[in-house]
């Protein structure tokens, strides 16, 4: 494998480019991404899938020095045990099988199925295992695989031989059996890595390992047409490869968790109801190493269970905390039972909203099934046998410390706060210190909007007040809020916001261990702050990203990390505000923070997907530039480096060979003054052909800000319905994408200002035909087309996807992926009105491009789809009408089903072509498709698309 440097990557071959071809809609299946990258612990190996956008991946796995140990056709969902000697995956089946199945139709039993895949790391030995529906290792001492296979196909009874005379007649019917219906386990092989020894489980369900790998907990189904097989929850002892029964015979069970050592296990678990119950109630089981088998902890009737409260069906409510002495589990009210008596012809269905409800009846029928699973967190204690109460249903949250260890927890409430969160869009809250030992609460800080940073035990909560823009700190041992960081007197919020709400804090980097401190970050650089107040705030970066224009942020290359060690070493990412470039840094706590080289703290280039082996100092990162996708590479981290070697790494993989085939584009930062005066920034997509002298049509694609991602690569895909600019740019089309900033109240305003100002800049350097511009977005970059078009005639064709058109109407309409009013985000988020529609209609109006219609001239095309979860799709229907009476050209694409991005890829291909041939058409002067010349009527709908000329 050569190291080739990063930076050569991007200098581009000269010759021959003129042969190279535009890109096509058929090149988008075979280009490619890294989908999976994991790092052994031992930093030796590396793992990584390349897929297509359509069709079968390719798994790789590789040794630090790029050799290759292994390739898996169609491997995906790898692990490598934590003594980095096996990799396990599972491996798809062949693309062209799974579609042909779906073509036919065939049954989920009757579809390919995957396989699995066991390497050895070290000779790079492979054995594989078909039919395999899923497979676990452990997360730590991983000696053995778990693998669960799919059901074993039934052979197809015999058919009697064509005029066989001695064929028997049809057996009569069988009698109608009223058992309930069994879903019956399949078998699960026990294999131990090393030595190859197996064990195999009939019928099991459900399967996992303690995070020591010492048990096996199994839970095995019944079978159907034997009663006598129960079932049953079963550990398996991995090191004398005993099992033992931990309960048998109940309907259903689920929820399951043992403790760090795998000698304690919970679970939830219900015996008395039949499948078809209304009404279920399980009970808290608990299981210790020597005991014969589960028993009841908690039912409805344990004391201290809150009235009308039984044991919550959630999964993710049961846990043990880190020494094992805790255990939790959710409660949850008692329902009524659903009506059935009444006929469902006759059984009315209304919704009945009402004022004083916390949240809309849209929200609550969208999060229906997350109420009916909330769970709020308690407490078993195990020497009074009893319920502790920890969390209520006046909570939002509670944090747990010390990883449930901790002598005091953290509440947040927002009950009698919430009605507001319809125009606000977030709640203030009252948080209230807790004692996880006997449940009592004491409130700490009443009414604040921010957010609140628990320390490691406990000791300590942080919150940060949005209104005062200050971080204070609660100090659990004398119950007193101090101000926080008060010495640092640079701001520590975002000092760029420009909505109309208050700006979020830049945010925590992480605490230090025995909460002795925590790093906070202002707009380039971090600062180690003393909670106790005792210490001077240190700049650890030493306001070299200040000073430079470099903002560093830590990179969590630990997943299980909850504080920061005091001589930990921290890898930083680097990124230059002025160059856009990136880059990484290493730092050692307690050292002197300097960089000898600031030239060399970035690279043009952006870094993304960093992972470090666990136990060495090995990282893999990708690097990528908008003429060159993401690739994969690995290399030594030296404490306290500047990552020089991020130039010289292993490139371990790059896909996309293909892609020099292709007249591709560059990108480059471009600025100018824009109507306001500010200096903006944005950034000019050219083909790789470019020549200066030549004029070429331009298309202006914006969103909000941009900018910062300069080395950003984008692939030939279909497009959810935004502008996909290799594709344009490959066919001779500049790309413009401008910054936007906004003034409250003036949001159309501002787009005007940087839009058409830039477009303008960039007409004036000579290499753009004036009259060949067109303008594309989505959501809101929709309505800003949509606005714009209403202030000027300079572009020739626009493309406005999901736009809002009236503000007044869209004001008080759903967004209905949420359920959510959108009267916050006029009020106080992106819209940014900055007042009710009542207080200042006049705003509402100016900015809504409805009333200003009349003004247009620009061809436009509107996508608006009817299961548009975002923006209602009424408005599309507002601006579309609105022009056609009007007299003005407006086309409207809806794709029956879709979401607010389209989702479906038949459908992202579609737009893609008539987004090509729209602009084509406007803007090179190519013959209009049949959609666009005379569209497509609903009789000819699934006959002519109308994509033909």
């Given amino acids: 494998m050569k190291f080739l440097p990063i930076i050569g990557l991007l200098v581009l071959s000269i010759p021959g480019i003129a042969q190279k071809k535009p890109l096509d809609h058929s090149v988008y299946d075979g280009w490619q991404n890294i989908a999976e990258r994991i790092v052994s612990d031992n930093g030796a190996f590396v793992?990584?899938?390349?897929?297509?956008?359509?069709?079968?991946?390719?798994?790789?796995?590789?040794?630090?020095?790029?050799?290759?140990?292994?390739?898996?056709?169609?491997?995906?969902?790898?692990?490598?045990?934590?003594?980095s000697q096996f990799l396990i995956c599972r491996i798809k089946a062949p693309f062209k099988e799974t579609r042909e199945a779906r073509i036919k139709k065939k049954r989920p039993e009757e579809m390919p199925k995957d396989s699995l895949a066991i390497v050895n790391l070290s000779t790079g030995s492979i054995q594989k295992m078909a039919g395999v529906k899923s497979f676990k290792i452990a997360d730590e001492n991983a000696s053995h695989v778990a693998i669960l296979f799919e059901k074993k196909p039934v052979a197809p009874a015999p058919k009697p031989a064509q005029g066989d005379s001695s064929a028997r007649p049809a057996a009569p019917a069988a009698p109608r059996n009223n058992a309930e219906p069994v879903e019956e386990g399949t078998d699960l092989m026990v294999m131990n890595l090393q030595s190859g020894d197996t064990m195999v489980f009939p019928l099991v369900s459900e399967y996992f390992f303690s995070k020591k790998g010492n048990v096996l907990l199994m839970e095995t189904s019944k079978k159907a047409n034997d009663n006598k097989v129960k079932s049953a929850i079963v550990k398996l002892d991995l090191t004398n490869k005993t099992t033992r029964t931990v309960l048998a015979g109940f309907n259903d069970a689920k929820a399951y968790r043992m403790d760090e050592s795998g000698g304690q296990l919970a679970f939830i678990a219900e015996r008395d109801s039949s499948a078809?119950?209304?009404?279920?109630?399980?009970?808290?089981?608990?299981?210790?190493?020597?005991?014969?088998?589960?028993?009841?902890?908690?039912?409805?009737?344990?004391?201290?269970?809150?009235?009308?409260?039984?044991?919550?069906?959630?999964?993710?409510?049961?846990?043990?905390?880190?020494?094992?002495?805790?255990?939790?589990?959710?409660?949850?009210?008692?329902?009524?039972?659903?009506?059935?008596?009444?006929?469902?012809?006759?059984?009315?269905?209304?919704?009945?909203?009402?004022?004083?409800?916390?949240?809309?009846?849209?929200?609550?029928?969208?999060?229906?099934?997350?109420?009916?699973?909330k769970a709020y967190l308690a407490r078993f204690d195990f020497e009074k046998k009893s319920v502790v109460q920890i969390g209520s249903p006046a909570f939002r949250s509670v944090m747990q410390t010390h990883e449930g260890d901790g002598a005091v927890f953290y509440g947040m409430a927002d009950e009698g706060k919430r009605i507001a969160t319809q125009w606000l869009g977030g709640a203030y809250m009252d948080i209230y210190a807790i004692d996880p030992v006997t449940g009592s609460r004491k409130i700490i800080q009443k009414n604040i909007k921010g957010n609140a940073y628990p320390s490691y035990t406990g000791k300590y909560l942080v919150m940060y007040n949005d209104l005062a823009r200050k971080y204070s700190v609660y100090s659990s041992?004398?119950?007193?809020?101090?101000?926080?960081?008060?010495?640092?007197?640079?701001?520590?919020?975002?000092?760029?916001?420009?909505?109309?709400?208050?700006?979020n804090p830049y945010g925590i980097a992480g605490w230090l261990e025995n909460d002795q401190a925590l790093l906070i970050y202002d707009q380039f650089d971090i600062w180690q702050v003393d909670p106790a107040g005792k210490k001077a705030s240190v700049n650890i970066t030493n306001g070299l990203g200040r000073k430079n224009q470099l903002v560093f942020r830590n990179i969590n290359l630990n997943r299980e990390e909850r504080f920061i060690k005091n001589d930990q070493q921290l890898l930083l990412n680097v990124f230059n505000r002025k160059n856009k470039g990136s880059g990484l840094k290493a730092h050692s706590m307690g050292s002197v923070f300097q960089i000898s080289d600031i030239a060399a703290a970035t690279l043009p280039l952006r870094i993304s997907a960093v992972t470090k082996a666990k136990d060495a100092d090995i990282i893999s990162f990708g690097t990528e530039t908008f003429e060159r996708s993401t690739n994969i590479a690995v290399s030594s981290l030296l404490?306290?480096?500047?990552?020089?070697?991020?130039?010289?790494?292993?490139?371990?993989?790059?896909?996309?060979?293909?892609?020099?085939?292709?007249?591709?584009?560059?990108?480059?930062?471009?600025?100018?003054?824009?109507?306001?005066?500010?200096?903006?920034?944005?950034?000019?997509?050219?083909?790789?052909?470019?020549?200066?002298?030549?004029?070429?049509?331009?298309?202006?694609?914006?969103?909000?800000?941009s900018s910062d991602g300069l080395y950003g690569y984008s692939a030939p895909a279909p497009t959810p319905s935004r502008l996909n600019i290799p594709f344009f740019v490959s066919r001779g089309y500049i790309v413009f994408v401008p910054d936007i900033w906004y003034k409250t109240g003036y949001p159309g305003q501002g787009a005007y200002d940087y839009i058409v100002s830039g477009t303008r800049a960039v007409v004036a350097k000579g290499y753009v035909d004036s009259t060949k511009l067109g303008l594309q977005g989505q959501s809101w970059g929709g309505y800003q087309i949509a606005h714009v078009i209403t202030r000027t005639p300079l572009y020739a064709a626009a493309w406005a996807g999901a736009p809002v058109a009236n503000m007044t109407s869209a004001y008080g309409g759903i967004r209905w992926g949420t359920g959510l009013n959108r009267q916050f985000q006029y009020e106080k988020t992106q819209s940014r009105i900055g007042a009710n529609l009542w207080e200042k209609p006049n705003l509402y109006i100016e900015n809504s491009p409805l009333f200003h219609f009349p003004k247009v001239k620009t061809p436009v095309v509107v996508m608006a789809n009817d299961a548009d979860g975002?923006?209602?799709?009424?408005?599309?229907?507002e601006m579309f009408?609105?022009?056609?009476?009007?007299?003005?050209?407006?086309?409207m694409l809806n794709y029956n089903?879709?979401?607010?991005?389209?989702?479906?890829?038949?459908?992202?291909?579609?737009?893609?072509?008539?987004?090509?041939?729209?602009?084509?058409?406007?803007?090179?002067?190519?013959?209009?498709?049949?959609?666009?010349?005379?569209?497509?009527?609903?009789?000819?709908?699934?006959?002519?698309?109308?994509?033909?000329?």
């Fill in 47 to 83: 793992a990584f899938t390349i897929v297509p956008q359509e069709g079968d991946g390719q798994l790789y796995i590789k040794r630090k020095d790029g050799s290759t140990v292994a390739e898996i056709a169609r491997g995906y969902n790898a692990n490598i045990s934590d003594n």
């Fill in 276 to 373: 078809k119950s209304l009404q279920k109630f399980y009970k808290l089981y608990y299981h210790k190493d020597g005991a014969d088998s589960a028993t009841v902890i908690v039912d409805r009737n344990t004391a201290g269970m809150p009235a009308k409260y039984t044991v919550s069906e959630n999964a993710q409510a049961i846990s043990f905390s880190k020494s094992g002495n805790r255990l939790f589990f959710g409660t949850a009210p008692v329902l009524p039972v659903k009506d059935t008596l009444t006929p469902e012809f006759e059984r009315v269905s209304v919704d009945v909203w009402h004022y004083n409800d916390d949240y809309l009846q849209p929200v609550q029928l969208k999060n229906l099934q997350q109420e009916l699973n």
């Fill in 477 to 503: 041992d004398n119950q007193q809020i101090t101000a926080l960081a008060a010495d640092i007197k640079l701001p520590l919020y975002d000092v760029e916001n420009d909505v109309p709400d208050e700006p």
């Fill in 639 to 705: 404490a306290n480096s500047l990552m020089k070697e991020v130039q010289s790494a292993t490139i371990l993989h790059q896909p996309n060979p293909q892609q020099s085939q292709y007249n591709w584009g560059t990108a480059e930062l471009f600025t100018w003054k824009a109507y306001t005066g500010k200096v903006a920034e944005g950034i000019i997509y050219k083909p790789e052909d470019f020549d200066p002298k030549k004029k070429y049509p331009m298309i202006a694609y914006f969103y909000e800000r």
């Fill in 870 to 877: 975002a923006v209602p799709w009424y408005q599309g229907i």
């Fill in 881 to 891: 009408t609105a022009l056609r009476r009007l007299g003005k050209q407006v086309w």
């Fill in 897 to 949: 089903n879709e979401d607010h991005n389209l989702v479906e890829r038949k459908n992202r291909k579609d737009i893609q072509i008539r987004e090509q041939q729209f602009f084509d058409y406007l803007l090179k002067g190519e013959k209009p498709a049949k959609w666009i010349a005379e569209g497509v009527p609903a009789i000819m709908k699934g006959r002519d698309w109308g994509l033909g000329y």
